[in-house]
C-alpha cells in the first residue's frame, strides 16, 4: 500500500466550527488531492496541489481551504463547517512522471458536522 | 466540463453469474480511463486503459476502451461473494493545467449473493 496516511479518521463537529483534516505521505509525490464522497456522486474533486505552495480548485471547492507549506503534508481546512459538508473526504497522491497518472488513495475521513 | 456516466448503478447476482459494469465518458483532451474497486475503504486500482492499451485483463476481470465511440465496459465473470463493492470509473484529462485529475463516475454498487 501507498505510504498516505489521513488524520483524523472519524470527526463529529458542530455547524459553524473550523475544522481541518490532514493528510500526510511518505512516497515524495509532488501531486496530492482531496475529494469527497456522497452516495450518487462518485468522488468528486475539491481541491489539488502540483507541488508546495502551489493549489488549485476541484469541482466542488467553494467551503473549503488547502494549504501544502511541505511535499508531504496536504491540509484541508472547513473554515465554518456546514451541514452538507457531512462526507466521506479521500486524500490521493499521485507521480505524474509515471506514465499510468495512477491516483493512490487514503483510508479516508469521516466527518459528521451537526 | 468532464463527464463520466455509470450503468447500472447498482446490481444484484448470484455467484458464478458474469456481470458487465458500463462506463460512459465526455473528456475535452482525453488521456486515459480508469476502474477502482472500492470495498469498505479507500478505493483500490484495477486498470488503466489508454490509446496504446484499450484492452486490459487480470483473473476474473477484464475491460476494453471504445476510445470511438467514449465507453468502457468492465468484466467480471465467475463472481464471488469478494467481488461486492462499488466500482468506481475515472477519466483523465491531458489538457496543459489539468495535472492528472480525475473525474469520477457515480459508482456501480455491485452485490454478489453466495
Known amino acids: 500500500d501507498a505510504g498516505i496516511t489521513q488524520s483524523p479518521r472519524h470527526k463529529v463537529t458542530e455547524t459553524g466550527t473550523p475544522v481541518t483534516l490532514r493528510c500526510h505521505q511518505t512516497e515524495n509525490h509532488r501531486y496530492m488531492y482531496w475529494y469527497r464522497q456522497d452516495p450518487g456522486h462518485g468522488l468528486r474533486l475539491i481541491h489539488y496541489?502540483?507541488?508546495?505552495?502551489?493549489?488549485d480548485k476541484g469541482e466542488v471547492s467553494d467551503g473549503y481551504s488547502v494549504s501544502r507549506s511541505k511535499t508531504e503534508d496536504f491540509l484541508l481546512t472547513l473554515e465554518s463547517a456546514t451541514s452538507s459538508q457531512t462526507s466521506v473526504y479521500f486524500c490521493?497522491?499521485?507521480?505524474?512522471?509515471?506514465?499510468?497518472?495512477?491516483?493512490?488513495f487514503g483510508p479516508g475521513t469521516r466527518l459528521t458536522v451537526t | 466540463e468532464d463527464k463520466v456516466v455509470q450503468s447500472p448503478l447498482s446490481l444484484v447476482v448470484h455467484e458464478g453469474d458474469t456481470v458487465t459494469l458500463n462506463c460512459s465518458y465526455e473528456?475535452?483532451?482525453?488521456?486515459?480511463l480508469l476502474w477502482y474497486k472500492q470495498e469498505k475503504k479507500a478505493p483500490t486500482f484495477l486498470f488503466m486503459l489508454t490509446s496504446s492499451g484499450i484492452e486490459k485483463k487480470s483473473g476474473r476481470l477484464s475491460s476494453i476502451l471504445d476510445k470511438k465511440e467514449l465507453f468502457s465496459i468492465l468484466n467480471i465473470t465467475a463472481t464471488q461473494t469478494g467481488d461486492s463493492a462499488i466500482y468506481l470509473c475515472?477519466?483523465?484529462?491531458?489538457?496543459?493545467?489539468?495535472?492528472?485529475?480525475?473525474?469520477f463516475g457515480q459508482g456501480t454498487i455491485l452485490t454478489v449473493h453466495p
Open positions: 473528456v475535452t483532451n482525453f488521456r486515459s
Open positions: 475515472a477519466v483523465t484529462n491531458a489538457g496543459g493545467t489539468s495535472y492528472g485529475k480525475l473525474t
Open positions: 490521493a497522491i499521485s507521480d505524474r512522471g509515471h506514465p499510468s497518472y495512477e491516483q493512490y
Open positions: 496541489s502540483y507541488g508546495v505552495k502551489d493549489t
